[in-house]
């Protein structure tokens, strides 16, 4: 009778021992691992929040929670038992998630987060309570809904004024001005304004001077969703515009004189009869019409 108390107990004890043995044999081998790298989206995509145990586990059916830190309630997923406990889900994220069934039994708990907004924008954590691990996971969404751009060219006196314009941007974007050579122009800051529908619009203007380089670039990026923007600004300088001028008008000048020295000397001497007279006042008024 003592020993089978003693060795219940001793097996009781075995067992309570065992349980945070068994968990804690996950706590030592494996690592809960996001992301190292933000993750960028652009609104309206679909993206994939990575997340998984490293080594990989077999056969892993632990609690998987999602949580957003700025959010109330705090969970956009919540997986127990083989299923999203809907009750603790953030309305925010209702039909919005899913994990990836056939993965998650080998500790690939990755979520899936359908038509991101700009207001998912976040630092996400992925945890396992029964490992009490987890790990961030950082999620930028940008816009780029109505990107254009729309070069301006003005002409100054001291040189030529370049304004480049660029809309429908989330986060707020870089602008920069190329040269020909791809060398950065100096320019003052470029004008920042956040419309109502929280998206920036840049705009910048540099003074070039009137040189043999005349083409430049304008570009507008935003590293952190990998967008960039070019538009390519080729200026005719006025020299140019002046030359075009004076060589058509050149070629005009030159062609009326042609006709006008052959109407007034050799169509004369072509009708030599009594109309002579009314055919040059004829030439003449046509001359005086040139
Ligand atoms: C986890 O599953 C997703 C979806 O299939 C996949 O894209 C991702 O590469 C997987 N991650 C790992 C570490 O296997
Ligand atoms: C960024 O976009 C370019 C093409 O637009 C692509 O080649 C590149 O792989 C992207 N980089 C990242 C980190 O997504």
Redesign the pocket.
């Known amino acids: 009778m003592k020993w089978s108390v003693c060795s219940c107990f001793g097996s009781c004890l075995f067992f309570i021992l065992r349980l945070p043995v068994s968990t804690g044999k996950l706590d030592l081998s494996s690592w809960v691992i996001g992301s190292p790298q933000p993750i960028v989206a652009l609104a309206g995509d679909d993206v994939?929040l990575?997340c998984?145990l490293e080594p990989a586990i077999s056969d892993f059916s632990d609690t998987v929670e999602w949580t957003r830190e700025d959010l109330d309630p705090p969970y956009l997923h919540v997986h127990q038992s083989g299923r999203l406990l809907v009750q603790l889900q953030n309305p925010l994220y209702k039909y919005r998630t899913i994990l990836?069934v056939d993965?998650l039994k080998n500790g690939?708990v990755?979520l899936k987060l359908f038509t991101v907004t700009i207001s998912d924008e976040g630092r996400y954590l992925c945890f396992i309570p029964s490992m009490r691990r987890g790990d961030f996971i950082q999620l930028n969404v940008g816009e780029s809904v109505i990107l254009n751009m729309t070069p301006i060219t003005l002409i100054s006196s001291s040189g030529v004024v370049l304004e480049c314009e660029s809309k429908g941007w989330y986060p707020e974007p870089e602008l920069f001005w190329l040269d020909a050579e791809g060398k950065l122009l100096s320019a003052g800051a470029p004008e920042t304004v956040r419309g109502p529908d929280g998206l920036y619009t840049v705009s910048s203007r540099v003074t070039v001077e009137k040189s043999h380089s005349n083409s430049f670039t304008c570009r507008v990026q935003q590293l952190s969703i990998n967008q960039s923007r070019d538009t390519h600004i080729h200026v005719i300088s006025s020299w140019t515009h002046l030359q075009l001028i004076l060589i058509v008008l050149l070629l005009i000048s030159s062609l009326a004189l042609l006709f006008s020295s052959f109407c007034v000397f050799v169509l004369p001497f072509v009708f030599t009869n009594g109309n002579q007279k009314n055919l040059v006042s004829n030439n003449l008024f046509f001359l005086h019409f040139w």
């Open positions: 994939i990575p998984h990836f993965e690939n990755s």
